[in-house]
């Protein structure tokens, strides 16, 4: 999950409500399609191909092969229901920044921080406009101003490495058999 907000972009309620029937290749590249994000506003992601790699060893060790790609994980590691809150969401982004001596990160910086790693690799104002699925470049703009405490770069790439890596360990965790739950307290 921590993958899909970073590298992706998407809006915590974007994530949550993610199927499999979402998850499509598309010319050789993965992606979302048919997102439905907010305002009602529907949008086609491209999902990187180690995003989709971690997504497989998510959705293996959890045994998910239909309906929603996240769900609740229970004291013992394994999934249950069908499907986790936005309210989770926060939870797991703040635990895991906290893991890793981040006091202050929640799953809209992750959203920020990939629209800034996009500019910063070269990507156009209405590139990132279309990958976070705003109606007005001005929003775009203003996610890229706005002041987070990651503004240079490397500060950038350091926080997105080292929560991927968490994430990384979280995944393998439960595909492990560990329990994800013992992981995260």
């Given at each position: 999950?921590?993958?899909?907000?970073?590298?992706?972009?998407?809006?915590?309620?974007?994530?949550?409500?993610?199927?499999?029937?979402?998850?499509?290749?598309?010319?050789?590249?993965?992606?979302?399609?048919?997102?439905?994000?907010?305002?009602?506003?529907?949008?086609?992601?491209?999902?990187?191909?180690?995003?989709?790699?971690?997504?497989?060893?998510?959705?293996?060790?959890?045994?998910?092969?239909?309906?929603?790609?996240?769900?609740?994980?229970?004291?013992?590691?394994?999934?249950?229901?069908?499907?986790?809150?936005?309210?989770?969401?926060?939870?797991?982004?703040?635990?895991?920044?906290?893991?890793?001596?981040?006091?202050?990160?929640?799953?809209?910086?992750?959203?920020?921080?990939c629209a800034r790693l996009c500019h910063a690799s070269g990507g156009e104002l209405e590139q990132i406009q279309f990958l976070l699925g705003h109606v007005s470049v001005q929003t775009t703009e203003n996610t890229l101003a706005a002041s987070s405490g990651f503004d240079q770069p490397?500060?950038?790439?350091?926080?997105?490495?080292?929560?991927?890596?968490?994430?990384?360990?979280?995944?393998?965790?439960?595909?492990?058999?560990?329990?994800?739950?013992?992981?995260?307290?």
């Amino acid at each position: 999950m921590l993958a899909l907000l970073l590298a992706c972009g998407l809006r915590r309620h974007e994530a949550v409500a993610l199927t499999l029937d979402h998850l499509q290749q598309r010319e050789e590249h993965w992606a979302i399609v048919d997102l439905v994000g907010k305002g009602g506003h529907v949008r086609t992601v491209p999902v990187p191909g180690w995003v989709r790699t971690e997504l497989d060893d998510w959705l293996t060790a959890a045994a998910i092969d239909r309906g929603k790609l996240f769900r609740r994980v229970n004291k013992v590691g394994r999934t249950w229901g069908d499907g986790m809150t936005v309210k989770a969401v926060w939870h797991i982004v703040k635990e895991s920044a906290r893991s890793i001596g981040m006091a202050k990160l929640a799953p809209h910086d992750l959203r920020r921080t990939c629209a800034r790693l996009c500019h910063a690799s070269g990507g156009e104002l209405e590139q990132i406009q279309f990958l976070l699925g705003h109606v007005s470049v001005q929003t775009t703009e203003n996610t890229l101003a706005a002041s987070s405490g990651f503004d240079q770069p490397s500060m950038i790439a350091l926080a997105s490495s080292r929560i991927l890596e968490l994430g990384a360990q979280l995944w393998k965790g439960c595909r492990t058999n560990r329990g994800l739950s013992r992981r995260l307290h």
